[in-house]
C-alpha cells in the first residue's frame, strides 16, 4: 500500500534550520509531482513547495522563497524540503504530498503523509 511518512520535524529558535524528509513507497514515485504544505494553528492548508517530476523544476511561496529549498532522491523514493531562517510564522504541521497530474497551487493531491510538527519560538 502508499506509504508517505515525514520526518524531521522539531523545536528550533528563530534563525535556525531545520530539514525536513519525506519516505515514500506503494507508488511510482518519479512520475509524481512531489508538494510541502503546511498548516498552521487554526489556519488552513498552505501550499508551500512543489517539484515536478523529470526535470525537478522548484517552484516557492513567497513567504518563504529564499529560505526553503526543496529537492528529491528517486532512486531513495524521498523529498526532502530545507527550511534556513525559520521564523516564528513558520511554525505549523508540514505535510509531504504526491500528485500524478502535477502544477502549483493545487488543493487536492493523491497522496498525502500525517505531518510532522515544526515549532520555531525562542
Known amino acids: 500500500q502508499v506509504q508517505v511518512v515525514e520526518s524531521g520535524g522539531g523545536l528550533v529558535q528563530p534563525g535556525g534550520s531545520l530539514r525536513l524528509s519525506c519516505a515514500t513507497s506503494?507508488?511510482?514515485?518519479?512520475?509524481?509531482?512531489m508538494y510541502w504544505v503546511r498548516q498552521a494553528p487554526g489556519k488552513g492548508l498552505e501550499w508551500v513547495s512543489a517539484?515536478?517530476?523529470?526535470?525537478?523544476?522548484?517552484n516557492y511561496a513567497d513567504s518563504v522563497k529564499g529560505r526553503f529549498t526543496i529537492s528529491r532522491d528517486n532512486a531513495k523514493n524521498t523529498v526532502y524540503l530545507q527550511m534556513n531562517n525559520l521564523k516564528p510564522e513558520d511554525t505549523a504541521v508540514y505535510y509531504c504530498?504526491?500528485?500524478?497530474?502535477?502544477?502549483?497551487?493545487?488543493?487536492?493531491?493523491?497522496?498525502r503523509g500525517q505531518g510532522t510538527q515544526v515549532t520555531v519560538s525562542p
Open positions: 504530498a504526491a500528485d500524478r497530474r502535477g502544477g502549483i497551487g493545487r488543493a487536492e493531491y493523491d497522496y
Open positions: 506503494g507508488f511510482t514515485f518519479s512520475n509524481y509531482w
Open positions: 517539484i515536478s517530476r523529470g526535470l525537478g523544476i522548484t
